[in-house]
């Protein structure tokens, strides 16, 4: 078994989550298992259903939908601290060769977690299991303490000249 390392996808850009489903992908097909937490998501993404073909891929949402354009709630916050919890059991269990924290930066700049909090849960995460954070806006002391940091910069986006996301390119 390899050591496990710390992988952010941050910036503006198309592809963190994509590229994050790439690698989970990558650890399937070698034979490994995969847990896939989604913060802040809520809406029937198609990654949702990636476990019926890959019964090592165990996927879980911490969110209620799209908050982003309103205040988060109370209840929007105990959702993620609840999912943080079960991605610090997840992480620290040593039964996963990759866990990825889909929009965690997103949920830390909103207020839903604290980055110390994140931290700790890293700290604990067992030496072999590989963690991807993803998200815009990722805190500079999480960009520290990752190993591999990539940000995806925005050239140019659709997004801009009114297209929303499609299902099986963007969800
Ligand atoms: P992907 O899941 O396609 O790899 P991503 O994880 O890099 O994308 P996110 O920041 O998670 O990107 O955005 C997901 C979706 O949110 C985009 O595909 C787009 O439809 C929508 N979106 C909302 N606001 C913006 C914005 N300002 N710029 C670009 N996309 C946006
Ligand atoms: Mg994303």
Known sequence: MHKGYIQINTGDGKGKTTAALGT????LVSGKTVFFGQFIKGVETGELR?????PNFEIEQFGKGCFIFDEPTESDIKIAREGLNRCSEILSSGDYSLVVLDEINVA???GLLKTDEVIKVLSEKAENTEVILTGRYAPKELIELADLVTEMKKVKHYFDNGVKARRGIEY
């Open 24 to 27: 989970a992908v990558r650890t």
């Open 50 to 54: 990636l476990s019926e073909y890959f």
């Open 108 to 110: 830390i700049y909103y």
